[in-house]
């Protein structure tokens, strides 16, 4: 039994993403849970936020707890991007580049 959440248009770019979910690729959710609460990035409250969700969709779909779940696949993707201006010196102009991402929890009992 597969269950999944996916999160659309974070104001983060998926880099930095990629950094939280490649320590908890392929854990149990009891661990990743735990190991997300401690870390000191705001992706990991992203993270953690889907997570949860997606156990929620587990359960709601075929009644089993999050102790029986694992993180089968994990993954996030580029989003969007704004694209913005930052005046300088002389009247000219830099781009500063605002990225967005999609995030993607897939979670799976262990059987």
Known sequence: MEAKAIQRDIRMPAR???RVINT???KS?????????????????????????????AAEKAGVT????????IFADE?????????????????RLKRSSHLTVK????K
Request: net charge positive; aromatic share 6%; glycine share 4%.
């Open 16 to 18: 930095k993403l990629r």
């Open 66 to 73: 999050a102790e029986q779940l694992k993180i089968s696949e």
């Open 24 to 26: 908890v690729r392929g």
């Open 29 to 57: 959710v009891t661990e990743a849970i735990k190991i997300l609460k401690f870390m000191p990035y705001f992706a990991a409250r992203m993270v953690e936020k889907n997570l949860i969700a997606a156990v929620a969709n």
């Open 79 to 95: 989003s969007t991007t704004l694209k913005r201006g930052k005046p300088r010196a002389q009247g000219r102009i830099y781009k």
């Open 107 to 110: 979670v799976s009992d262990n």
